[in-house]
């Protein structure tokens, strides 16, 4: 692989202080996962320090490390291989503009209160048919994540997707100023992470940060099925924003969903997008990633490529681990489906999901693991509680819930409903295990600090795991 960064590229751009020449093939920042050839950054967080593992870094074959001046006296030895700078933070931040200064390709910057991931995801898989095509890594959408993922992108790459999160105001406005986009996308607005936030009056309003960095001429992709999309379409037009494609179902929808059909691990989708209509499949299942493709596919027209021939790539968009992955789990006498969702849980998804297995209505009884939506503030007793309404008017056979604040979801479901409620991951395991039956739907999901991949690690200690159903339609919406 040629070179990311030099040291002749660091000095010029003063970044820092050079000792010796060195060429670079990559950018770390955790020193348990250097490659060779790497550029180390040390960072200084509350719970570490990256100083302390720059040898260690080095010696795992990274070329050279940025330093913060006031420490690198700890680091005589290495004298030669450090870049000496005053914060490393900042330096980061240069190298992550820099990365974006530097590069030829074609931008898109996604946000939203859910589907970032997913979408980004589906995205890189199909630009990368049309050339070479870089994205966020995971989760990393933050204030470290996005500079990082500037830094590692290829000068010649065409394509660059990038993922921007908050925690507050103003962050996704910084991210995407440093990204800027050529096309922002907008997945949805909705309460999650009100934690940080006073209203979703609010959220709406750092989403729309997004636009602040779009380049001159670009394409704002936006939700038409939210009361916030005026709100939206007005905050664009502030930025000076003339170019809007909206996506949902909505009649004035650029992109619209027609009407889709479930089948076991597959959603097919009938669509018009500015005017073609379009028939195409995902191996994923749900009205909201249907409609989450819209904007897939818009972003593909935005970024000036063909949508026709994109839709046909669709099919192999599939959920990843703790995002909607499905996995067949067997032992003797009993197949049955499980849906890992355990990255991440909001009031907002949790309905999506509960939403999207009952429509599958393919399964012999719909089992329902849930654990804490975490980062709900002072309501997140009552949004507990409040996920009995749509549990009631679905198609769920029983709910284990895990965690103190689903403890009252469980209290207010009648007790045919109620499967267990623990405060115990293997406990809870151990009493789903003993009532799984053939053909039972599995759903897993809460938030990741409720670490609900440990009831799916206790399945795995029980059942093996084999390849997903063969698909089949069973129904349809329109």
Same mark, same amino acid.
């Given at each position: 692989?040629?070179?990311?960064?030099?040291?002749?590229?660091?000095?010029? @751009?003063?970044?820092?202080?050079?000792?010796?020449?060195?060429?670079?093939?990559?950018? *770390?920042?955790?020193?348990?996962? !250097? *490659?060779?050839?790497?550029?180390?950054?040390?960072?200084?967080?509350?719970? +570490?320090?990256?100083?302390?593992?720059?040898?260690? @870094?080095?010696? %795992?074959?990274?070329?050279?490390?940025?330093?913060?001046?006031?420490?690198?006296?700890?680091?005589?030895?290495?004298?030669?291989?450090?870049? &000496?700078?005053?914060?490393?933070?900042?330096?980061?931040?240069?190298?992550? /503009?820099?990365?974006?200064?530097?590069?030829?390709?074609?931008?898109? /910057?996604?946000?939203?209160?859910?589907?970032?991931?997913?979408?980004?995801?589906?995205?890189?898989?199909?630009?990368?048919?049309?050339?070479?095509?870089?994205?966020?890594?995971?989760?990393?959408?933050?204030?470290?994540?996005? #500079?990082?993922?500037?830094?590692?992108? #290829?000068?010649?790459? %065409?394509?660059?997707?990038?993922?921007?999160?908050?925690?507050? #105001?103003?962050? !996704?406005?910084?991210?995407?100023?440093?990204?800027?986009?050529?096309?922002? $996308?907008?997945?949805?607005?909705?309460?999650?992470?009100?934690?940080?936030?006073?209203?979703?009056?609010?959220?709406?309003?750092?989403? @729309?940060?997004?636009?602040?960095?779009?380049?001159?001429?670009?394409?704002?992709?936006?939700?038409?099925?939210?009361?916030?999309?005026?709100?939206?379409?007005?905050?664009?037009?502030?930025?000076?924003?003339?170019?809007?494609?909206?996506?949902?179902?909505?009649?004035?929808?650029?992109?619209?969903?027609?009407?889709?059909?479930?089948?076991?691990?597959?959603?097919?989708?009938?669509?018009?997008?500015d005017g073609e209509n379009l028939s195409y499949s995902i191996?994923?299942?749900? %009205?909201?990633? /249907?409609?989450?493709?819209?904007?897939?596919?818009?972003?593909?027209?935005? &970024?000036?490529?063909?949508?026709?021939?994109?839709?046909?790539?669709?099919?192999?968009?599939?959920?990843?681990?703790?995002?909607?992955?499905?996995?067949?789990?067997?032992?003797?006498? $009993?197949? +049955?489906?499980?849906?890992?969702?355990?990255?991440?849980?909001? #009031?907002?998804?949790?309905?999506?999901?509960?939403?999207?297995?009952?429509?599958?209505?393919?399964?012999?009884?719909?089992?329902?693991?849930?654990?804490?939506?975490?980062?709900?503030?002072?309501?997140?007793?009552?949004?507990?509680?409040?996920?009995?309404?749509?549990?009631?008017?679905?198609? !769920?056979?029983?709910?284990?819930?895990?965690?103190?604040?689903?403890?009252?979801?469980?209290?207010?479901?009648?007790?045919?409903?109620?499967?267990?409620?623990?405060?115990?991951?293997?406990e809870l395991a151990q009493i789903l295990i003993k009532n799984?039956?053939?053909?039972?739907?599995? /759903?897993?999901?809460?938030?990741?600090?409720?670490?609900?991949? %440990?009831? &799916?690690?206790?399945?795995?200690?029980?059942?093996?795991? @084999?390849?997903?159903?063969?698909?089949?339609? $069973?129904?349809?919406?329109?």
């Amino acid at each position: 692989m040629g070179s990311l960064w030099t040291s002749s590229s660091i000095s010029n @751009a003063n970044i820092g202080r050079v000792n010796d020449y060195w060429e670079a093939s990559g950018v *770390s920042i955790d020193s348990r996962f !250097i *490659s060779k050839g790497d550029l180390f950054i040390a960072l200084k967080g509350p719970q +570490f320090d990256g100083h302390e593992f720059v040898i260690e @870094a080095l010696e %795992k074959g990274a070329v050279a490390a940025i330093v913060n001046r006031q420490l690198s006296s700890q680091l005589e030895s290495v004298k030669k291989r450090l870049v &000496i700078v005053e914060d490393t933070y900042a330096a980061l931040d240069k190298l992550g /503009a820099l990365g974006r200064e530097n590069s030829l390709g074609k931008f898109i /910057a996604i946000t939203g209160s859910v589907g970032k991931t997913t979408t980004k995801d589906t995205l890189k898989l199909i630009l990368s048919k049309y050339g070479s095509s870089h994205a966020t890594y995971g989760n990393q959408n933050n204030l470290i994540g996005v #500079p990082l993922t500037l830094s590692r992108m #290829p000068r010649l790459n %065409k394509f660059g997707i990038f993922e921007l999160g908050m925690n507050k #105001p103003g962050e !996704i406005q910084s991210l995407s100023k440093l990204v800027s986009p050529d096309v922002v $996308i907008i997945t949805k607005i909705a309460g999650v992470h009100t934690e940080f936030f006073s209203s979703v009056d609010q959220i709406a309003s750092a989403k @729309a940060e997004i636009f602040d960095g779009l380049v001159s001429g670009g394409v704002a992709i936006i939700p038409s099925d939210t009361k916030y999309f005026d709100m939206l379409i007005s905050l664009a037009r502030e930025k000076g924003i003339s170019k809007i494609i909206s996506f949902g179902e909505s009649l004035k929808s650029n992109a619209r969903l027609l009407s889709y059909s479930i089948s076991r691990n597959r959603t097919n989708i009938e669509a018009c997008i500015d005017g073609e209509n379009l028939s195409y499949s995902i191996s994923m299942v749900g %009205k909201h990633l /249907a409609i989450n493709s819209l904007a897939v596919l818009a972003g593909v027209k935005a &970024i000036g490529e063909d949508i026709k021939d994109a839709s046909k790539e669709m099919i192999n968009a599939k959920s990843s681990p703790g995002r909607g992955m499905r996995v067949l789990f067997y032992s003797e006498g $009993i197949n +049955f489906t499980l849906i890992d969702e355990t990255y991440n849980a909001s #009031p907002i998804s949790v309905n999506a999901l509960i939403k999207s297995i009952s429509e599958e209505n393919v399964y012999s009884r719909n089992i329902l693991v849930l654990g804490d939506m975490l980062e709900l503030g002072q309501e997140a007793e009552q949004l507990h509680r409040d996920l009995s309404t749509i549990i009631l008017s679905s198609k !769920i056979n029983l709910v284990f819930t895990f965690g103190p604040l689903m403890k009252n979801l469980f209290d207010v479901l009648p007790r045919e409903l109620r499967g267990y409620h623990s405060n115990n991951h293997h406990e809870l395991a151990q009493i789903l295990i003993k009532n799984i039956k053939n053909n039972d739907c599995v /759903a897993i999901k809460g938030s990741s600090g409720s670490q609900m991949v %440990k009831i &799916i690690e206790g399945l795995r200690l029980f059942f093996k795991e @084999a390849e997903v159903l063969r698909d089949k339609i $069973i129904g349809s919406s329109q």
